[in-house]
């Protein structure tokens, strides 16, 4: 079966990108990840080179602002250097995601600053080909926190979750209509372990890229 995936799956390679957006541990760098096997080349966030995020973790009240400019330039980077690059790149990240993040953690000058990086990011790159929401509901996401054991996460409360998941909720209605958008209910599909909703999600992003 693995034999025939590659011909019956594979899309003609482009420059596009497909950015992942979702709440924390909604599954985006194991989603990205899955798309190698029809060929996209990744673009997976290193989010250890952030300086400032321990510091958010302790307090995200007061090191929102320094570790969202830092998260959104570091994005920013990744994708110019690798739109020379023929593959589609799937990105666990999303210019979206990192303005749901500034939009619960910043008021005021720091959100209009943060908006301002944002705006002109938005302006000097094209939009992604397609961007795909992994939906999934706090309790699930704060389980699987929980049990991947990071140091780093132990302060992410299941408040922060729902905060952030309506957030991000509230930035993908806004986009409807704007971007190619797909949601997938990763609380349900089972994309980790189940080869068959593997084989389904595959299906889906290359028949999705291929629509007009």
């Given at each position: 079966m693995k034999g025939q995936e590659s011909n019956t799956l594979k899309i003609p390679l482009a420059?596009?990108?497909i950015?992942?957006?979702g709440?924390?541990?909604s599954g985006k760098t194991t989603f990205a990840i899955l798309m190698k096997r029809i060929g996209f080349?990744?673009?997976l966030e290193n989010f250890q080179l952030n300086p400032f995020l321990k510091d958010f973790y302790s307090d995200a009240v007061k090191?929102?602002?320094e570790t969202e400019i830092s998260f959104i330039l570091q994005h920013y980077h990744q994708i110019k250097k690798e739109q020379v690059n023929s593959k589609v790149n799937i990105c666990d990240f999303s210019f979206l995601l990192d303005l749901a993040y500034a939009e619960i953690g910043l008021q005021d000058s720091k959100l209009k600053a943060f908006r301002v990086v944002h705006d002109e990011i938005r302006r000097e790159l094209p939009p992604p080909a397609l961007l795909v929401h992994l939906g999934?509901?706090?309790e699930?996401?704060?389980q699987r926190v929980r049990r991947r054991g990071r140091a780093i996460e132990e302060s992410v409360s299941l408040e922060f979750l729902r905060k952030l998941n309506k957030a991000v909720e509230r930035q993908v209605s806004n986009i409807s209509g704007q971007t190619k958008l797909l949601s997938i209910d990763s609380a349900k599909k089972n994309f980790v372990d189940d080869e068959t909703v593997k084989q389904e999600l595959m299906k889906l992003i290359s028949k999705t890229l291929k629509k007009n």
């Open positions: 420059n596009q990108r950015e992942v957006c709440g924390i541990a080349g990744t673009l090191y929102t602002f999934c509901d706090a699930t996401e704060f």
